[in-house]
């Protein structure tokens, strides 16, 4: 009869260690999906007072997790960036030299 207490106290003490001891899940980031190398494709409109029409190039470029010295080179910098949150957002960069940051949403 004692046996078998010791059995179980040692089956209670070890599940009781080892759930204790898991690590809770990390969440992974969702902007993980978005990051790589691309192909973009921009449509650039001009037009004059008679027409208008559109112009259509491709350039290689990459998404990658924002980082705070993207926005010097934003193309759509505001003065107010307080809405730019660091951990939520990423940056688009192609045609060497044209870059935008902005917020992916998660759904």
């Known amino acids: 009869m004692k046996l078998i207490k010791i059995y ?3 089956i209670f003490a070890t599940l009781t260690i080892v759930l204790v ?3 809770e899940e990390v ?13 973009f494709k921009v449509i650039s409109n001009s037009w004059t ?12 470029g990459y ?9 010097d080179a ?9 809405t730019q ?5 990423i940056t688009i960069k192609f045609a060497d030299y044209r870059v935008i940051t902005t ?4 759904n």
């Open 27 to 39: 969440s992974k980031d969702y902007r993980e999906e978005y990051i790589g190398n691309f192909y």
């Open 85 to 89: 949150n660091p951990d939520s957002s």
């Open 49 to 60: 007072m008679e027409s208008s029409h559109n112009d259509t190039s491709y350039y290689h």
């Open 103 to 106: 917020l992916v949403e998660n």
């Open 8 to 10: 179980k106290a040692l």
């Open 63 to 71: 998404i990658r997790k924002f980082e705070t010295a993207d926005l």
């Open 74 to 82: 934003d193309m759509y910098y505001e003065d107010d960036d307080s």
């Open 21 to 23: 001891s898991c690590k």
